[in-house]
């Protein structure tokens, strides 16, 4: 357990509403990681973070924008939500003295209507 | 561009039998390998990893993969299944950038344990 939580775990929402997604972490972990499952795809990282107000784009960043104002919490907006984000969102951090491993949390599942 | 196939999306497999779960990476540097598993309704568990040193590395559950250059290979293996092994196997590369590491995954292979 490596002390990550993601608040909701389940969330509806509908078509065009903002959405926020919670990550936290206990281990004040320096690296964070937002990813995205969907069947087919495997795991794609969407937005991460390397450090408080430091974070960068993954493969699949259109429609998300993401923050990070303390180190245990990373967040994750969908301003305005599309079915195409319907999906189940994991948060991850990367533990250890090399950044190599990541931990990952137990997943929201988002479903926009 | 680093990347990570595994051909198989489905593997049923009867309890005790042996099984092997197929990946396949392309990348042009150095490589790091790891196999995640994820339980239904779960995260993602490290299963195990290599990085350098002996090519055959070994996990938790009993499972071992091996790490093979020449066919850029990192087969996921359990000699005796049980029916609680029955979950989704995740295949990932490492990806070094300035400053930076990050994981590429494969699709995922769904292991099926009947008895």
């Known amino acids: 357990d490596a002390g990550i939580t993601q608040s909701p775990r389940h969330k509806v929402t509908e078509t065009g509403t903002p959405v926020t997604l919670r990550c936290h972490q206990t281990e004040n972990h320096r690296y964070m990681y937002w990813y995205r499952q969907d069947p087919g795809h495997g795991l794609r990282l969407i937005h991460y973070s390397y450090g408080v107000k430091d974070t960068d784009k993954g493969e699949v960043s259109d429609g998300y924008s993401v923050s990070r104002s303390k180190t245990e919490d990373f967040l994750l907006t969908l301003e305005s939500a599309t079915s195409s984000q319907t999906s189940v969102y994991f948060c991850a951090i990367a533990s250890g003295t090399t950044t190599d491993t990541q931990y990952f949390g137990p997943g929201t599942r988002l479903t926009v209507l | 561009a680093q990347s990570v196939t595994q051909l198989d999306s489905q593997v049923p497999v009867f309890e005790e039998a042996p099984v092997e779960l197929r990946c396949n990476y392309s990348s042009s540097v150095s490589v790091y390998l790891f196999w995640y598993v994820q339980y239904p309704n779960q995260g993602l568990q490290l299963l195990l990893k290599?990085?350098?040193?002996?090519?055959l590395v070994k996990g938790i559950n009993g499972f071992e993969a091996e790490f093979n250059k020449s066919q850029t290979s990192f087969h996921l293996r359990k000699p005796s299944v049980h029916i609680s092994d029955t979950a989704e196997y995740f295949c990932a590369v490492l990806v070094l950038n300035t400053g930076f590491q990050k994981l590429v995954f494969g699709t995922g292979t769904r292991l099926l344990v009947s008895p």
């Open positions: 290599y990085l350098s040193g002996s090519t």
